[in-house]
């Protein structure tokens, strides 16, 4: 009988072991759902809607600065950035929106994103990825898709990068 309560106490510690590994498993997974890792924050025009071109990996060009763990794009008002970074790739993740002009920076709260494409080009040893993707604000996300998207052919091969209304 010793050796059965023995044997069941062994069991017991077991289970309770294995629940426990797999509730501490279970919350770090959930964690990494809720708190996905840094990824870009976008300084953007104030209230710029039109077409965001983003070329990294390009030789020669600057490397985009990191800040508070995340990869910070500065778009100017052509809608142009060139960079010899590398793009975060990873999937998901955490991105900032703020709009910048002389007054300041603020958050982008009117912010409506698009939709976009990428290419890959090998130029010389580096594969340079381009970014594409539109955005608009302010409630007029659906009259920018019927205006500048719904019928242009051009947009999956090249988009012209800048505001819309300039």
């Known amino acids: 009988m010793n050796i059965r309560k023995s044997g069941e106490m062994i069991l017991k510690r077991y289970l309770v072991c294995l629940a426990l590994t797999l509730w501490i498993f279970i919350v770090i997974s959930g964690c990494a759902l809720v708190y996905p890792p840094k990824g870009d924050r976008y300084y953007l025009p104030e209230l710029y809607r039109g077409w965001i071109c ?24 052509n809608g142009l950035l060139v960079t010899s970074s590398a793009p975060r790739l990873n999937e998901p993740s955490r991105n900032e929106n703020y709009y910048y002009s002389n007054k300041g920076v ?22 340079e990825i381009k970014l594409y993707f539109w955005i608009s604000c302010c409630g007029q996300l659906e009259a920018d898709y019927e205006n500048h ?15 819309w209304d300039q």
């Open 149 to 163: 998207i719904k019928n242009h052919t051009d947009i999956e091969t090249n988009p012209k990068c800048g505001r």
């Open 106 to 127: 603020r958050e982008a709260k009117e912010l409506q994103h698009g939709s976009g494409h990428t290419k890959q080009q090998k130029i010389g040893l580096n594969e």
């Open 54 to 77: 983003v070329h990294y990996n390009v030789e020669g060009a600057p490397e985009l600065p990191i800040e508070d763990g995340f990869l910070v794009h500065k778009i100017p008002e």
